[in-house]
């Protein structure tokens, strides 16, 4: 793996953002009777959420009683979501999901209160396996091994179509 | 909105573009890395929008039964007519209605904005899937990843000519209703195979895609042009070879 290293912008995120806290209170209020517990919960998650992007992967921590720690490989993602409700939107937030090759559905890693998710997004992307390093495009007359490629391509056709037609 | 490629045969009557606007919604999405002359953005096929109408008329249909049904009793009020209950029953009769009205109209302005604010962008290297008004959901996936392809689609969506094209990434679980982030789905386009025709075609250029083994590598890379020129002297010398016998033939 080519570890280069990773923009500063992206490398400086290491907090959620306070608009996640808004919406956490807002999501604990839709909850009702179980609001006492999940601001509660919600305000420990917001508290103790970490963030670090290294130059192989994303580690992301939260909880206190229940701590969790996750790392995943920039190479290892399968697919990148970006998602947003409208009262994310207003809040200017949304969510980045990560899906790796594991056998659940859910997202393995789900980046919120980023406020430049789409930065954030574009960085994933790049480090993402197929993203960066283009495989040759059927036609590349731009160098001697294409063209002779095209060549012989072009040659194969010919003795086929002869060939086919000494069949008929 | 000004978009990447909006729909001319759609268009955003004032009130859309206000709701639009109140939720939020961003502009048409931006295209992934790729080179620019591969980009190609799919929109869902006119008869989808006719296909979400119709979803929509028969799910309101059955709302509007459970609605009736609730109102017998109300009507029956109504008509017994003793001093307060009257007016009483009218009200909810009103309210009843109002509400079944009010779901009505944005159940199928949201169907009517989530058929016009869909993007499927396919790139050389990677594909992007945008879609949603309340929940908007933007995947992009590199066909580096992608494990297999489907092409689905109901009686009624064949009638119309439409299909789903679903993208699959590694990974699992979940039904089938409910969007997992696996899969990207090109929901409701007319051009399906078209679709697939060229996804399997890019995918043919990542030997290395899916989780399998790689295909042994061909003539590029170290020691390309050799081995290039080597080819097309082998394929010549069978050209003249296959000229020859088919010149002998005749």
Do not use: C
Request: hydrophobic share 45%.
């Amino acid at each position: 793996m080519t570890a280069e290293p990773v923009p500063a912008h992206i490398a400086s995120i290491v907090r959620p953002s306070p608009p996640l806290w808004k919406y956490y209170v807002l999501r604990a209020i839709a909850s009702t009777i179980l609001f006492p517990v999940t601001l509660l919960l919600l305000y420990l998650r917001y508290h103790t959420m970490r963030y670090r992007f290294d130059a192989e992967g994303i580690h992301m921590r939260w909880g206190i009683l229940l701590r969790r720690e996750v790392m995943l490989n920039y190479s290892r993602i399968q697919d990148i979501q970006l998602r947003s409700n409208f009262v994310e939107r207003w809040l200017g937030l949304a969510r980045i999901e990560i899906q790796t090759a594991s056998g659940s559905a859910g997202a393995q890693m789900t980046l919120e209160g980023l406020l430049n998710f789409v930065e954030v997004r574009d960085f994933l992307y790049s480090r993402m396996r197929g993203a960066r390093h283009a495989i040759p495009a059927p036609v590349t007359t731009d160098s001697l091994a294409g063209v002779l490629s095209e060549v012989a391509q072009e040659l194969r056709l010919v003795r086929q179509a002869i060939e086919e037609r000494r069949r008929v | 909105m000004t978009g990447l490629s909006t729909d001319l045969d759609f268009q955003l009557s004032g009130l859309e573009r206000w709701l639009l606007g109140l939720l939020s919604v961003p502009e048409a999405p931006e295209p992934p890395d790729g080179s620019p002359d591969s980009i190609q953005v799919f929109r869902a096929g006119r008869k989808y929008y006719l296909w979400s109408v119709l979803m929509w008329a028969a799910a309101i249909t059955a709302v509007g039964f459970v609605f009736l049904s609730a109102s017998i009793p109300l009507l029956a009020a109504i008509g017994r007519g003793s001093g307060w209950v009257e007016p009483l029953a009218g009200a909810a009769l009103v309210a009843l209605w109002s509400v079944f009205a009010g779901v009505a109209g944005v159940t199928f302005l949201s169907r009517r904005l989530n058929y016009g604010l869909r993007w499927y962008i396919v790139t050389d290297r990677s594909l992007r899937i945008r879609s949603g008004i309340f929940q908007i959901n933007e995947l992009t996936m590199t066909y580096s990843n992608i494990q297999e392809i489907r092409v689905t689609s109901g009686p009624l969506q064949q009638a119309l000519g439409i299909a789903d094209v679903e993208v699959q990434a590694a990974g699992g679980g979940g039904d089938r209703q409910h969007q997992s982030g696996h899969t990207g789905r090109f929901s409701g386009v007319s051009n399906a195979n078209e679709i697939r025709d060229l996804i399997v075609d890019r995918l043919r250029h990542y030997r290395d895609s899916g989780l399998g083994e790689a295909a042994p590598s061909q003539a590029h890379g170290e020691g390309g042009e050799l081995a290039a020129a080597r080819e097309a002297l082998e394929q010549a010398r069978a050209l003249r070879a296959a000229v020859t016998r088919s010149l002998q033939g005749s």
